[in-house]
């Protein structure tokens, strides 16, 4: 079993929709990361996640410590925003740079 | 924001070849750099960190002599497939701590193709 397990694997929707993306993970962690690849493979961080909730213009992240799950909405959905959404965790007492990514969960939005 | 320029974005190779691929931090001090690489369908996985002026730490299972990693200036930091075969066929990107708490910035990643 991976440590960290996203859903849905694929997600296709239509412009305009709410967009859910779940990760779980099973080990203790110091944060949580929520990535963005695009098709060139190019990778931008969008959220570094410790508790609570954050919200950067339609993205929102919430992590839940007490159940390890983290959640990606996009609100608004456009085409745009089609793209791998990789979730990745950085084990407590890890260095730095070894997180423990997610397979990602492909998004594709319809217009 | 912080960005990290990485040069290839692709290259083809032949078996036996070296590759250098090269990760620049612009506009910010990078004195450590990571570098992942991820086949097809997979996860990204962390193979070594690159700390300036010193030895790259190597995760377990990557071999330190085929995959050469320099970081000789707080800006640059290159990773160097060395007698490439076309198991080494993969997708690489290195990242960088920036100021933000915790974040990290990614470069754009290199395809490699060792035919």
């Known amino acids: 079993k991976n440590e960290v397990e996203q859903s849905p694997q694929n997600l296709t929707a239509q412009e305009g929709e709410f967009i859910t993306i779940n990760c779980s993970y099973s080990?203790?962690?110091?944060?949580l990361h929520w990535l963005q690849q695009h098709p060139g493979g190019g990778i931008v961080s969008l959220f570094m996640l410790s508790s609570g909730k954050k919200k950067h213009g339609r993205l929102i992240a919430t992590i839940n410590i007490q159940e390890k799950h983290s959640s990606l909405h996009i609100t608004a959905s456009h085409p745009r925003d089609s793209a791998v959404y990789i979730c990745?965790?950085?084990?407590?007492?890890?260095?730095?740079?070894?997180?423990?990514f997610g397979k990602g969960t492909k998004l594709s939005v319809k217009p | 924001g912080a960005v990290v320029s990485q040069h290839p974005s692709r290259v083809i190779c032949k078996s036996g070849t070296s590759v250098k691929i090269e990760c620049r931090s612009l506009?910010?001090?990078?004195?450590?750099m990571f570098w992942y690489r991820q086949f097809p369908k997979q996860s990204l996985m962390l193979m070594a960190t690159?700390?300036?002026?010193?030895?790259?730490?190597?995760e377990q299972g990557v071999e330190k002599d085929k995959f050469l990693i320099n970081h000789a200036s707080l800006t640059l930091s290159t990773l160097t497939v060395t007698s490439a075969h076309p198991e080494d066929s993969s997708f690489y990107i290195c990242s960088a701590r920036t100021g933000v708490v915790e974040g990290y910035t990614f470069g754009s990643g290199t395809r490699l193709t060792v035919v």
């Open positions: 506009d910010f001090q990078a004195t450590t």
């Open positions: 690159s700390n300036e002026g010193s030895k790259a730490t190597y």
């Open positions: 990745a965790v950085r084990p407590y007492g890890g260095s730095q740079g070894n997180l423990i």
């Open positions: 080990v203790g962690i110091s944060a």
